[in-house]
């Protein structure tokens, strides 16, 4: 009882202070900090209104969904449902963090997919979607079914935005560029796990392909090549032959050397004479 009547007493506090006219952005973070760290369930409405409302600084909203995780607020789910179905509702940069900051507990693989489908990291920048995000799915608590979805669909979307430019280089990119870390961490982390799906060596040779002029997960990368040469055989032929179909899709070749060397210079399975695994 007494834990509960100071509980109501600070959220009654909480409350007076959040109404009075102190806006100093270090003020309202101590509010909304004290919020979470102390549980003061019935001052959830004051965190809540933080993240909803616009004017308020990126800041604050990751102070407020600190504190209503910290609070268990089941609130959340709407906010996530907010982000997919009223995007008007979300500035680009406040979307990015929020679906992170969701990510995976309220943000289903589609609900994911749906946002990412029109928000974007910006180029040469380290944010939310190539940098939170891959890390979330490197360590977080994340069922391999949903691992397996989250996989497929990035490879999906990033497919999506990929073409082929004859003059340029490397002729096969991606506009979605911004999602290769989390490809890359999503078949890492399965790769780890023991997944050998045709699916899965399908991803893993995407995000080889289109990350060979980039500088990050470079460990990961050598990781996702090495078991791609420890394959069987048999894996390894229907590999090489979906491999050759992909790039087929996009620029069908008239010369068979350039071709060869597209296909294993840049992607994950080297051609070599050396047998491979039975």
Known sequence: KADRLAEHNMSVI???LWQSSLEKLSVVGVRIQIIGEGKLQASSDIAFTVYIEAPKSLGERRRAITALF?????????????????????????????????????????????VLKRVKQEKRSVGA????????????????????????????????????????????????????????????????????SESWIASSLLAIRLSQDEHFEKEALQDLRQALIELSSKQRERAFWAEVAFLESFHPSTDAWHFVHELSYKGGLQISDKPDVA
């Open 129 to 196: 979607l190539n940098y939170t995000l891959p890390n979330k799915i490197r360590y977080d608590q994340i069922q391999p079914d949903y691992l397996d979805q989250l996989r497929a669909s990035l490879t999906d979307l990033i497919v999506e935005n990929t073409s082929w430019n004859q003059t340029g280089y490397p002729h096969l990119t991606t506009r979605r560029s911004d999602l290769l870390v989390a490809l890359v961490a999503t078949c890492h982390r399965q790769c780890v796990q023991g997944t050998r």
């Open 14 to 16: 909480g409350m007076r």
């Open 70 to 114: 910290q609070l268990n607020e089941p609130r959340l789910d709407d906010l996530a449902k907010s982000l997919e179905n009223n995007p008007a509702a979300w500035p680009e940069d406040v979307a990015r963090f929020t679906l992170v900051d969701l990510f995976p507990r309220y943000v289903a693989v589609a609900r994911l997919v749906e």
